[in-house]
């Protein structure tokens, strides 16, 4: 092996890496807004395609609100532009030429070149999303359950003020009606004298 294949095999494992680096970052990212069906990391150079990424999300509303959330962020200093896509079938927009090594019209061709990603890496994604999507409705849940805690405490303790003041109202009350009795009493007392 010559230096320059030398070069071009690291240049090649490397880039290989980077890619499955960019996918996991975009997979996790994505997953916050709900369980992915498919993403998809196209490798086709025509303008029209170049850069693309298309993610199935389980339901709709997942998908937009993965929309709303990234459109205009940046990743790796590009700026993200976000759209729904019309394709519904992935399998149909896929190049099977490119799938088996065979498309003759390379990086220009109009059907998806799609990376391929190792299903091992996919399945540890699913099951890392899904175990962040476990921890953060689980986080939910308990500031919910904290929450509702402090509005019962903060009711008790207004409650016990309520209380509070009530007993004081009726100590009060109790003061001035012993010291009107004592008033009335000590009429009755110079009045019998």
């Given at each position: 092996?010559?230096?320059?294949?030398?070069?071009?095999?690291?240049?090649?494992?490397?880039?290989?890496?980077?890619?499955?680096?960019?996918?996991?970052?975009?997979?996790?990212?994505?997953?916050?807004?709900?369980?992915?069906?498919?993403?998809?990391?196209?490798?086709?150079?025509?303008?029209?395609?170049?850069?693309?990424?298309?993610?199935?999300?389980?339901?709709?509303?997942?998908?937009?609100?993965?929309?709303?959330?990234?459109?205009?962020?940046?990743?790796?200093?590009?700026?993200?532009?976000?759209?729904?896509?019309?394709?519904?079938?992935?399998?149909?927009?896929?190049?099977?030429?490119?799938?088996?090594?065979?498309?003759?019209?390379?990086?220009?061709?109009?059907?998806?070149?799609?990376?391929?990603?190792?299903?091992?890496?996919?399945?540890?994604?699913?099951?890392?999303?899904?175990?962040?999507r476990r921890r953060h409705i689980w986080e939910?849940?308990?500031?919910?359950?904290?929450?509702?805690?402090?509005?019962?405490?903060?009711?008790?303790?207004?409650?016990?003020?309520?209380?509070s003041d009530r007993k004081k109202r009726r100590?009060?009350?109790?003061?001035?009606?012993?010291?009107?009795?004592?008033?009335?009493?000590?009429?009755?007392?110079?009045?019998?004298?």
């Amino acid at each position: 092996m010559t230096t320059s294949e030398a070069e071009k095999l690291v240049d090649k494992e490397k880039a290989q890496e980077d890619f499955l680096l960019f996918f996991e970052d975009i997979y996790m990212e994505l997953s916050k807004f709900g369980q992915l069906e498919a993403l998809h990391v196209v490798d086709n150079l025509g303008d029209h395609m170049i850069g693309h990424v298309y993610a199935n999300f389980r339901d709709e509303e997942m998908a937009s609100d993965a929309l709303q959330v990234l459109q205009g962020r940046y990743y790796d200093g590009r700026t993200c532009q976000v759209e729904f896509s019309p394709v519904t079938d992935f399998r149909e927009a896929r190049c099977r030429d490119y799938d088996e090594e065979s498309c003759s019209r390379g990086g220009f061709c109009n059907f998806l070149h799609v990376k391929p990603v190792p299903m091992c890496l996919i399945r540890s994604l699913e099951d890392d999303a899904e175990e962040d999507r476990r921890r953060h409705i689980w986080e939910k849940e308990h500031e919910e359950r904290d929450a509702r805690r402090e509005r019962r405490k903060k009711r008790r303790e207004e409650k016990g003020d309520r209380e509070s003041d009530r007993k004081k109202r009726r100590h009060r009350n109790e003061d001035n009606d012993n010291d009107r009795r004592r008033h009335v009493d000590s009429d009755d007392d110079d009045a019998r004298r």
